[in-house]
């Protein structure tokens, strides 16, 4: 009888027209807040090239000491190198993925910006303003 109303329980909700996230705001936000923040590392990349060889040795120091999986380090040196091509370059960064979301949380692109440019493309980005309260209700 108990297998037979979990069974009821699966079907019943393989119906649904909706997904439930286990995802919260705060995680959202914070996506939201390293995305532009990588947005501006790409600007700044594409702007200077010679900081790639930064990237470069900051991502096989991770690798040599066993601080970033192969399929992620791959997947980095795959977008490095694509770095003269720079709208895939931009693509692949900001791509919109459960994997780079989980990749740029742990970005091997690091010490790129300033924390004043950092702070501006968060203020600039993520921050966001609400000019009508009633959206909330």
Not at 32 to 37: C, G, P, Y
Not at 113 to 123: D, F, G, S
Request: hydrophobic content about 35%; cysteine-free; glycine content about 4%.
């Amino acid at each position: 009888m108990n297998s037979q109303r979990q069974s009821q329980h699966r079907s019943r909700h393989k119906n649904r027209s909706y997904k439930i996230s286990k995802r919260s705001i705060k995680d959202d936000y914070i996506d939201k807040q390293v995305w532009v923040i990588h947005a501006a590392i790409v600007e700044k990349l594409l702007s200077n090239p010679e900081l790639i060889e930064q990237v470069k040795e900051t991502l096989e120091n991770r690798r040599e000491t066993a601080k970033i999986g192969y399929g992620e380090y791959i997947t980095w040196l795959s977008i490095i190198e694509v770095s003269d091509q720079p709208d895939l370059f931009k693509r692949a960064i900001l791509e919109n993925s459960g994997k780079m979301k989980r990749y740029r949380r742990k970005t091997p692109l690091v010490n790129i910006l300033t924390e004043e440019e950092r702070e501006k493309a968060i203020t600039n980005g993520a921050l966001g303003t609400i000019d009508d309260i009633s959206v909330l209700f």
